[in-house]
């Protein structure tokens, strides 16, 4: 698969839960006051990797046995010329959302904590995944002050990736996670004038967020059963 499709820098955003990483009270414990607990019912906790993790206090997971991964979903930000922000292609968004898909299928292939599922029930959790706010940018400074590199702006792109766990059949939210990374890139000027954005390394970010993933909800599952 070509990796010249991913905006450079990413802003990744990854679904976990006091166990993916978090310093944090149990879920059990964590505090259920109105201050501490917003409108769904999810309440925030500590987290040494990622910028924001929610967990909804008290729950446990021994009544699921299985594990729905949802289609991911992708939203693009329009881009500001005045910021030199620029639109990526169908073609690189289509790479995108194929090589997300097939890390989260890949990684999730040899699960063996749930058993893998194509319909909601009542056993069932649903891994949901999103990313958006997705942008790609090109700084004014070449890549290097000669050669090849001096024909080439760098580049960068911006997500939010958001991984949330749910009940499969009443849709609750059980936990959530928010988090911001980033990536590199290249840019160069086509023949009218335009840009076209290069980004090589796709394919291993979106393995690292499958991979992130999986440890968490195999943790959370130990942990909470």
């Given at each position: 698969m070509s990796r010249d499709w991913l905006p450079e820098k990413i802003l990744l955003t990854l679904l976990v839960v006091a166990l993916w990483g978090c310093e944090s009270t149990p879920l059990s414990e964590a505090p259920a006051g109105a201050a501490e607990v917003n409108y769904e019912g999810l309440a925030t906790v500590r987290s040494r990797t990622f910028e924001h993790a929610q967990a909804r206090p008290g729950v446990t997971f021994g009544a699921y046995s299985r594990l729905l991964l949802d289609v991911p979903e992708l939203a693009y930000?329009?881009?500001?010329?005045?910021?030199?922000?620029?639109?990526?292609?169908?073609?690189?968004?289509?790479?995108?959302?194929?090589?997300?898909v097939a890390a989260f299928d890949e990684e999730f292939a040899g699960f063996d904590a749930l058993q893998l599922t194509a319909e909601p029930g009542a056993d069932t959790l649903a891994l949901d995944v999103r990313v958006q706010d997705i942008v790609a940018s090109v700084a004014k400074q070449p890549l290097a002050r000669g050669g090849r590199g001096g024909a080439m702006l760098e580049a960068s792109g911006d997500a939010v990736i958001v991984i949330e766990l749910l009940d499969s059949r009443s849709n609750e939210i059980l936990a959530r996670g928010v988090d911001s990374g980033s990536a590199r890139g290249a840019a160069i000027r086509t023949a009218d004038a335009g840009l076209e954005t290069r980004f090589q390394s796709a394919d291993k970010l979106v393995s690292e967020w499958a991979r992130k993933a999986r440890r968490g909800v195999e943790n959370l599952l130990q942990e909470r059963r």
């Open positions: 930000r329009t881009p500001e010329p005045a910021e030199r922000e620029v639109a990526l292609t169908e073609t690189q968004k289509d790479r995108f959302r194929d090589a997300l």
